[in-house]
């Protein structure tokens, strides 16, 4: 329902944009966030919005390097990523649920390396 795309390999300091697009109409007006788990370590929160768009929250560590966009035309939810660094490595996964601290909705992730 919530495939992710856009990852890659890139060195620190690059950039890379996520996107996740759900199917029709599927999880239309919902909240919409990403997530992210580095192998060996459990899965964080990275970014959320509201369905309107005009509500965000950010993981103290992507704060001013990370920015989660919405274009509910599309069904559609962003995470544009600078100044990555090589900590960001992980499997990064696009969710949605009813509210922004509340994802039970999951996608299959994709792989962004960030190598130094």
């Known amino acids: 329902q919530l495939p992710a795309f856009g990852g890659g390999l890139v060195q620190a300091g690059g950039s890379l944009r996520l996107s996740c697009a759900a199917s029709?109409?599927?999880?239309?007006?919902?909240?919409k966030g990403w997530f992210r788990q580095a192998p060996g370590k459990e899965r964080e929160f990275v970014a959320a919005n509201s369905w309107s768009g005009g509500s965000t929250n950010y993981a103290d560590s992507v704060k001013g390097r990370f920015t989660i966009s919405r274009d509910n035309a599309k069904n559609t939810v962003y995470l544009q990523m600078n100044s990555l660094k090589p900590e960001d490595t992980a499997v990064y996964y696009c969710?949605?649920?009813?509210?922004?601290?509340?994802?039970?909705?999951w996608g299959k992730g994709t792989l962004v390396t960030v190598s130094s």
């Open positions: 969710a949605a649920g009813p509210r922004m601290d509340d994802m039970n909705y």
């Open positions: 029709g109409h599927t999880l239309r007006g919902y909240a």
